[in-house]
């Protein structure tokens, strides 16, 4: 079942911050994000594997809820290289493999000067 | 260490038409992933390869098919070419050692089919 992403664009200045959501109506096994600039591969960003989880590098970060269900990732003080579409991509199970990764349909962020 | 690269970059056939897309997975990775993106869309899951065999497989019709290589790259071949299977094809490859790796996705095929 795929995810539900939101919102579904949005625009920042430099320096604003954004939250990004993905919600699942099941319990997740595990949340992936990524973000793919126009014309490029999608990159990893960070897997969220328990409930409650926080984690996150430089100033992107994400969390994931008790329940499982809901994952957001923040991004703090953005910059201009943050402009890309972000996706969250989610697994139901883990069967001896990563389980196959189902995307939500993306979030546009746009970072202006 | 290398990243995944797939072949070609972009590719016009005409409906009916059969293609093969190729895909070398990242060094180290054992597992292969193929999704298909549509413009304006996230990535939907075609199948995965683990181990030469097929890990599963989304709502993609029999005339999508696969197969993995013994040095874990990997080819998406696509049988009577539709105007809507017109999309990028990613590639996409991780180990299963462990938990928490992420994909590597290739820069992936652009195909039209006209």
């Known amino acids: 079942q795929q995810p539900v992403q939101s919102p579904q664009a949005v625009i920042l200045r430099e320096g604003e911050d954004a939250v990004i959501n993905c919600s699942s109506s099941k319990a997740l096994y595990s949340v992936h994000w990524y973000r793919q600039k126009h014309g490029e591969a999608p990159i990893f960003l960070m897997i969220?594997?328990?409930?409650?989880e926080q984690k996150g590098h430089d100033k992107i970060s994400a969390s994931f809820n008790e329940k499982k269900q809901q994952s957001s990732l923040y991004l703090t003080a953005s910059q201009l290289s943050y402009s890309g579409t972000y996706f969250c991509?989610?697994?139901?199970?883990?069967?001896?493999?990563?389980?196959?990764?189902?995307f939500g349909k993306g979030t546009k962020l746009s970072v202006k000067p | 260490e290398t990243g995944v690269t797939q072949s070609p970059t972009h590719l016009i056939k005409t409906r009916g038409q059969q293609v093969t897309l190729r895909c070398s997975s990242q060094s180290g990775h054992n597992t292969v992933s193929w999704y298909q993106q549509a413009l304006g869309q996230g990535p939907q899951f075609i199948f995965q390869?683990?181990?030469?065999?097929?890990?599963g497989r989304g709502n993609f019709p029999p005339r999508f098919s696969g197969l993995q290589f013994p040095n874990y790259s990997s080819e998406l071949n696509v049988n009577a070419l539709e105007l809507d299977d017109s999309a990028l094809y990613l590639c996409?490859?991780?180990?299963?050692?462990?938990?928490?790796?992420?994909?590597?996705f290739g820069s992936g095929t652009r195909l039209t089919v006209v």
């Open positions: 390869y683990y181990r030469e065999e097929e890990n």
């Open positions: 996409a490859s991780s180990s299963q050692n462990g938990e928490g790796n992420g994909y590597t």
């Open positions: 991509g989610t697994a139901n199970y883990y069967g001896g493999s990563q389980g196959n990764l189902i």
């Open positions: 969220l594997l328990k409930g409650g």
